[in-house]
């Protein structure tokens, strides 16, 4: 089941970090939402449709959208960046570069290789992704592939990519404000603030196509036994900014036609190669490595499959938290890997192929939090790319 969300108005969605009150003036802002922000708002939305919260906390929801401690039926496979002319929008995955000097929206792919003589690395890998070009590149964390770039790249056979930037999507509004006493209405000491609310582009150019602010919002992939109305209204982020919603029918799997899953199935068994692309941030038990890849080794076990780790391109950590409703105090802070992190594997035979891509993509594989959204991937090839 899929929900497409507009925002009626700006709206913003805090990163992990501390914005106390008196300690810290400046409110830090994340793009997209954490699936467990999108989760948390469709909870509520459900609740306020089929009763109240004294309700929720007695269990009488528990089968479907589950009590404090447990989500019951509901899960979030993810959320994407869409419009409504059914484009998904994905984050860059980070083996992609930008040119530094390069004025057009192009990523290049980095090559598979082995450490050289003119670099040096404490890495332990067996490979390293490298750049072989003479221009000077760097990351981009913040634009976006379209979902037919974005299946291009996962079956592999291309090295260069267009993308779109983020400021295509949203622009940033600053607001300030300051705490006010309520008994004398004057501003408190030491309570300015200062926050990035977000809101989509009323226009964004494509060639000579132009698409209106209400094209754009995000698409959340859910399950739950008991569906929410077709249409209505949710709560969504900090000040409770009001979204808009109606079931759709987008296609969020890049390669969910049958012929794409054939092909990447045939170009990983010829080549003994694959990647994980994650779509969401992951939260992983050791940090940058999920717990079924063995830290010295890098040798992977996940359920009866075997496989090895080559080689990764993971962003820096995110902060993931949240709000304990029930103890009314914030939840444990975690570190998660960033969606567009890329682990490069290495088969030990081709036997596994069907197996390997059944298992892994489209399937949520974070260690912690996997069915609130958590750790959706992809798989890919990487084949014809090792130097």
Request: glycine content about 8%.
């Amino acid at each position: 089941m899929r929900l497409f969300l507009q925002a009626n108005d700006t709206f913003f969605f805090r990163d992990g970090r501390p914005f106390t009150k008196g300690d810290q003036s400046e409110g830090y802002s994340i793009f997209p939402p954490l699936p467990s922000t999108i989760l948390g708002a469709l909870r509520t939305a459900y609740i306020a449709e089929h009763g109240d919260l004294s309700a929720f906390y007695a269990g009488k929801m528990a089968m479907t959208i589950g009590t404090p401690d447990s989500l019951g039926s509901i899960s979030l496979n993810g959320v994407f960046l869409a419009d409504r002319n059914s484009t998904i929008y994905y984050p860059i995955p980070l083996d992609l570069v930008v040119k530094k000097k390069e004025t057009d929206n192009r990523l290049y792919l980095l090559k598979v290789g082995t450490e050289s003589s003119n670099l040096s690395s404490n890495a332990s890998l067996t490979y390293l992704l490298k750049w072989f070009g003479a221009e000077d590149v760097e990351s981009e964390t913040n634009g976006r592939l379209e979902g037919i770039v974005m299946a291009e790249y996962l079956l592999g056979g291309q090295t260069e990519f267009g993308f779109r930037p983020i400021e295509d999507f949203i622009r940033f509004e600053p607001k300030i404000g300051i705490e006010r006493d309520y008994r004398t209405s004057s501003a408190k000491d030491n309570m300015l603030y200062r926050i990035n609310m977000s809101r989509f582009q009323s226009q964004f150019l494509k060639k000579n196509e132009r698409k209106a602010l209400s094209d754009l919002g995000f698409v959340v992939d859910y399950q739950c036994k008991i569906e929410l109305p077709e249409n209505g209204m949710l709560k969504l982020g900090g000040e409770g900014k009001s979204f808009t919603y109606k079931q759709s029918c987008y296609h969020t799997d890049p390669l969910a036609a049958e012929e794409d899953m054939t092909a990447l199935k045939e170009v990983i068994h010829s080549s003994g190669f694959f990647k994980l692309y994650f779509a969401t941030p992951a939260i992983f038990d050791h940090g940058w490595l999920p717990k079924w890849i063995d830290k010295t080794t890098y040798n992977a076990q996940y359920e009866s499959l075997s496989f090895e780790l080559i080689t990764a391109a993971v962003g820096k950590p995110i902060a993931i938290g949240g709000w304990d409703m029930k103890k009314n105090m914030p939840k444990p802070t975690r570190q998660a890997v960033p969606a567009g992190s890329v682990y490069y594997f290495k088969l030990p035979d081709e036997s596994c192929v069907d197996a390997i891509v059944d298992t892994f993509h489209y399937k949520n594989i974070s260690d912690c939090q996997a069915a609130e959204g958590f750790g959706l991937c992809f798989v890919g090839v990487s084949e014809g790319n090792r130097t």
